[in-house]
Nanobody, 119 residues
Framework: QVQLVESGGGLVQAGGSLRLSCAASGGTFTTYRIGWFRQAPGKEREFVASLAWSGGVSYYADSVKGRFIISRDNAKNTIYLQMNSLKPEDTAVYYC????????????WGQGTQVTVSS
């Protein structure tokens, strides 16, 4: 059973940066795809970025391209989301999730971490 724990959220001013971490444990997730999602109050959860744990192409939502970077540290079993040039509309609870390469949906989810960007 894969377990995911996010950290690194907080309050930041517009234009600032934060780095979120997603620590993975409990399974052979080295073949999995890891994604970051977010959900703002009153809105549906949306995709932010994803990366294969084994490497390869990363994907980003248009709203964060050029500002956010997803990366991994295999030695620490951790996926990061570096968020730069933050905007108030980036305010949301951020979740990391994992799925097998064959799956259509993400099966494993973390508890989320709050990011608040003040204007």
């Amino acid at each position: 059973q894969v377990q995911l724990v996010e950290s690194g959220g907080g309050l930041v001013q517009a234009g600032g940066s934060l780095r979120l971490s997603c620590a993975a444990s409990g399974g052979t997730f080295t073949t999995y795809r890891i994604g970051w999602f977010r959900q703002a109050p009153g809105k549906e959860r949306e995709f932010v970025a994803s990366l294969a744990w084994s490497g390869g192409v990363s994907y980003y939502a248009d709203s964060v391209k050029g500002r956010f970077i997803i990366s991994r540290d295999n030695a620490k079993n951790t996926i990061y989301l570096q968020m730069n040039s933050l905007k108030p509309e980036d305010t949301a609870v951020y979740y990391c999730a994992a799925r097998t390469p064959q799956a259509n949906e993400y099966k494993y989810w973390g508890q989320g971490t709050q990011v608040t960007v003040s204007s």
